[in-house]
């Protein structure tokens, strides 16, 4: 993995493959394989926030950098 694409994963900020040996593409980025009947980006948002939310009852816990490196929502 060291020597492959990648491609940022929006809202929880994260990098993730393009490609990996011996895994099929779709299955590195969900919304290539999102088959649920809701809208892929809104549900990502939406568990982007209950995670911003949860993790509220934490922060005082964690450094700023922690906290900046959570969902972007």
Known sequence: LAKVEYEEYPVFNLYIPKTCPNVPDELLNPSKSWSG?????????KLG?????NFEK???EATEEVIKAGPAV
């Open 58 to 60: 934490y922060s005082d």
């Open 37 to 45: 009947t809701a809208n892929y980006d809104e549900e990502v948002t």
């Open 49 to 53: 926030k209950l995670f911003k939310e």
